[in-house]
C-alpha cells in the first residue's frame, strides 16, 4: 500500500467554525508533512512530524494545530481562520527525515474555502 | 541557503514534441534531485530522482541527469502526450534545514493533440 489519504476532499467553513483535517499512510513512514498549496504556486510547508514529534513549525500561525496521533495518522486542526487560509492542504510522508533521498508521497489534498 | 529556479511556463506543445523543463538549483553539501508532477485537481507524486551527481533519473519516458558542475536537472522526454499535461515541479533536499525539500516555482505544461 503505497497510498496517503486525506479527508475531506472538500471543505468549506466559517470564520468562526472549528474543523479537522485528516491524514493517514499504512507504509510504515516515521516522517508527516502539512503543506498548503494556493492555485499555480508550489507546495509551501506547514509542519513536519519525525517519530510523531513535532519537528518543524514554519512559523504558521496557531489558528493552524497539528497533531500526530501515532505513526499513520495526521491531523490538522482548524480555528478561526481567515479567507486567506483558502487553498489546497496537501499531507505528505516519507521514511524518515534523516536522509536526503527519501521522497515524499503526497495525499490528494484537502480543497479548504473559508467564507 | 537552498533554492530551486525552473522555467517559466506555460509550455506549450503539439503531441509527440519533445520536452525540455530547465531545472537549476543552489545547495550546499550533496543534496538529492527530485521531479514531482501534479495532475489536475490531484497531490503531487514523484516523477523521478537522483541522489548523487551524474546519476540519471528515469520514468515513464521522461529523464533527467544530475550535473554538479553547471547545477542542473532539466527534465526531458522525447515524444509528449496529452495524458503528459501537469504541473512539474523540480526539488531539492537537502543535509542542511532539517532535509526539507524546496519546491520550484512549477512549469505548467499544456500538450496539444
Known amino acids: 500500500d503505497t497510498e496517503v489519504t486525506q479527508t475531506p476532499k472538500h471543505l468549506v467553513m466559517g470564520m468562526t467554525n472549528k474543523k479537522s483535517l485528516k491524514c493517514e499512510q499504512h507504509?510504515?513512514?516515521?516522517?508527516m508533512y502539512w503543506y498548503k498549496q494556493k492555485a499555480k504556486k508550489p507546495p509551501e510547508l506547514m509542519f513536519v512530524?519525525?517519530?510523531?514529534?513535532?519537528?518543524i513549525n514554519e512559523s504558521v500561525p496557531s489558528r493552524f494545530s497539528p497533531e500526530c496521533p501515532n505513526s499513520s495518522l495526521l491531523n490538522l486542526h482548524l480555528h478561526a481562520l481567515q479567507p486567506e487560509d483558502s487553498a489546497l492542504y496537501l499531507c505528505a510522508s516519507s521514511q524518515t527525515t534523516e536522509r536526503t533521498y527519501n521522497e515524499q508521497f503526497f495525499g490528494p489534498g484537502t480543497r479548504l474555502t473559508v467564507l | 541557503g537552498n533554492s530551486v529556479t525552473q522555467m517559466e511556463g506555460p509550455v506549450t506543445l503539439s503531441e509527440e514534441a519533445f520536452l525540455t523543463i530547465n531545472c537549476t538549483y543552489t545547495?550546499?553539501?550533496?543534496?538529492?534531485l527530485f521531479w514531482y508532477v501534479q495532475y489536475p485537481g490531484e497531490g503531487l507524486q514523484l516523477l523521478l530522482k537522483?541522489?548523487?551527481?551524474?546519476d540519471k533519473g528515469s520514468n515513464k519516458g521522461f529523464e533527467a541527469t544530475y550535473r554538479k558542475e553547471t547545477t542542473s536537472f532539466h527534465l526531458e522526454k522525447g515524444s509528449v502526450q496529452v495524458s503528459d499535461s501537469a504541473v512539474y515541479f523540480c526539488?531539492?533536499?537537502?543535509?542542511?534545514?532539517?532535509?526539507?525539500?524546496?519546491f520550484g516555482a512549477g512549469t505548467r505544461l499544456f500538450v496539444k493533440a
Open positions: 545547495a550546499t553539501g550533496y543534496p538529492s
Open positions: 507504509m510504515g513512514h516515521r516522517a
Open positions: 512530524y519525525s517519530y510523531e514529534k513535532l519537528s
Open positions: 526539488a531539492l533536499s537537502g543535509n542542511t534545514g532539517g532535509f526539507k525539500t524546496i
Open positions: 537522483a541522489t548523487k551527481a551524474d
